[in-house]
């Protein structure tokens, strides 16, 4: 028995992740193997400013491991590693092939998203994202949900998860941000109770990393 906690059986053709442009026509072969689905971080970039990027991620159908392990390989989504190198992965299912560009957009891209979290002091929290990139950017959503944020008291207790409870749409949809464009996304608090709180808010957007962390005081009511 293997030493390592294999989670999963897979049948599956295993493309290995190519960054340069190109085509990669992969054979037509269905192997039964063995894998390690334990989460792997991948960090893009160096810095605070890092993207980084583990658990799961979704397909356009269903959520699938972000990574896998396979005798010492570590297998990651191509479709993902195209998404953090701004390139365009394309399926032709027909063919079989994996097509990789710029998307008629190339040359290095500058500058990142920069998101914003705030609370306006009255009953709601106000998070910002923008584009400081040389290009468009687009956000893809695979729900009618954009965004989710969780909240903690002062004694570390959760008090509140926006997506507790409630059912979204199961649709796709992208946000495209040109660049020096600001989308702002408003969550009203109603029912929080006066005291300090600490709140995570992120975008749910596929394969991104977009969140904000903040403190914030809730006044008493006149």
Do not use: C
Not at 74 to 81: A, Q
């Amino acid at each position: 028995m293997m030493k390592r906690k294999h989670t999963r059986t897979l049948l599956a053709t295993l493309a290995l992740a190519a960054v340069a442009t190109g085509v990669v026509q992969a054979a037509p072969a269905l192997t039964q193997i063995w894998v390690d689905t334990n989460p792997v971080t991948i960090q893009v970039g160096n810095g605070p400013n890092a993207e980084k990027h583990t658990g799961t991620f979704n397909n356009g159908e269903q959520k699938v491991p972000l990574s896998l392990l396979h005798n010492g390989t570590t297998y990651v989504p191509l479709r993902f590693v195209g998404n953090v190198l701004h390139k365009e992965v394309k399926w032709d299912a027909n063919g079989r092939i994996i097509t990789i560009s710029d998307g008629g957009q190339g040359g290095i891209v500058a500058g990142q998203l920069e998101s914003v979290l705030g609370y306006d002091g009255a009953d709601s929290l106000v998070f910002s994202v923008k584009n400081q990139t040389e290009r468009e950017h687009t956000l893809t959503f695979t729900s009618g949900q954009k965004f989710d944020y969780v909240i903690w008291n002062e004694k570390g207790e959760k008090v509140r998860q926006y997506s507790t409870n409630k059912m979204f749409t199961a649709v796709m949809s992208n946000l495209v941000l040109k660049q020096g464009q600001e989308e702002t996304f408003t969550a009203p608090l109603e029912g929080l109770p006066a005291g300090t709180y600490k709140v995570k808010f992120w975008l749910t957007a596929q394969g991104a990393d977009i969140s904000q962390t903040i403190t914030f005081h809730v006044s008493a009511q006149k």
